[in-house]
Structures are given as structure tokens and as C-alpha cells.
């Protein structure tokens, strides 16, 4: 019954932009922590940006300032703006709900979409 669906995953050169939307059902949304999460083969899947039922926000170190994590409650959209971005940001980026803390950990969140994948060219 629940469903994460992710879109907005595309091919861009470094410096580009993309905007991610996962689009959320079958849960209440506005009570969840919502996160983004990325995966790189052969790495581990690390946490991207956070947002929660307050409106407080996360972000991994090496994207603050670049990116923007947003959601619509009357939507049930999770948002993840992506500016100035580097090859090193290539992944598949996974939506992801959850109630507890540390946001990192990939355990904390029970609900998980299928991935988008972004892909940075030099």
C-alpha cells in the first residue's frame, strides 16, 4: 500500500541543475521524516538531505548550499533541488520515510522508492 515514487533523474554536464520529486501514498506523510538517500556502485548508500515533520532540515556536508530538500504536505511530495552539480554526485538517489534519528543511517527509514537515477558528465 505505501508508495515512494521517484522522477526527475537525468543526464546533465557539471554545473547543471535537477529538480527530483518523489511522490508519496499509503502513509500519513505529514508525520514522517522524509530523506534522500544516494547510492554509487560499488559504495555505500549515504544520506543525501533530511527534512522533518517540522520543516527542519539535514544535508550531507558535501552538498550544502548546492541543494535544496522540500516537501508539499497537501501534495505528499518530497522535493530535492539539485544545483551546481558535480560528477562526483553521479548516483541513483532513493526517496525514503522514517520516524527516528540519526537521519544518516539508512535503517532509521522504513519506506523506500525504487531510485532515480543522475548522472554528472565533466
Known amino acids: 500500500q505505501v508508495q515512494l515514487v521517484e522522477s526527475g533523474g537525468s543526464s546533465v554536464q557539471a554545473g547543471g541543475s535537477l529538480r527530483l520529486s518523489c511522490a508519496a501514498s499509503?502513509?500519513?506523510?505529514?508525520?514522517?521524516?522524509m530523506a534522500w538517500f544516494r547510492q554509487a556502485p560499488g559504495k555505500e548508500r549515504e544520506g543525501v538531505a533530511a527534512?522533518?515533520?517540522?520543516?527542519?532540515?539535514n544535508y550531507a556536508t558535501s552538498v550544502k548550499g548546492r541543494f535544496t530538500i522540500s516537501r508539499d504536505n497537501g501534495a505528499n511530495i518530497l522535493y530535492l533541488q539539485m544545483n551546481s552539480l558535480k560528477p562526483e554526485d553521479t548516483a541513483m538517489y532513493y526517496c525514503?520515510?522514517?520516524?527516528?534519528?540519526?537521519?544518516?543511517?539508512?535503517?532509521?527509514?522504513?519506506?523506500w522508492g525504487r531510485g532515480t537515477q543522475v548522472t554528472v558528465s565533466s
Open positions: 525514503a520515510a522514517g520516524l527516528g534519528d540519526p537521519w544518516q543511517l539508512p535503517g532509521k527509514f522504513s519506506y
Open positions: 527534512i522533518g515533520s517540522n520543516g527542519f532540515t
Open positions: 499509503g502513509y500519513t506523510f505529514s508525520s514522517y521524516c
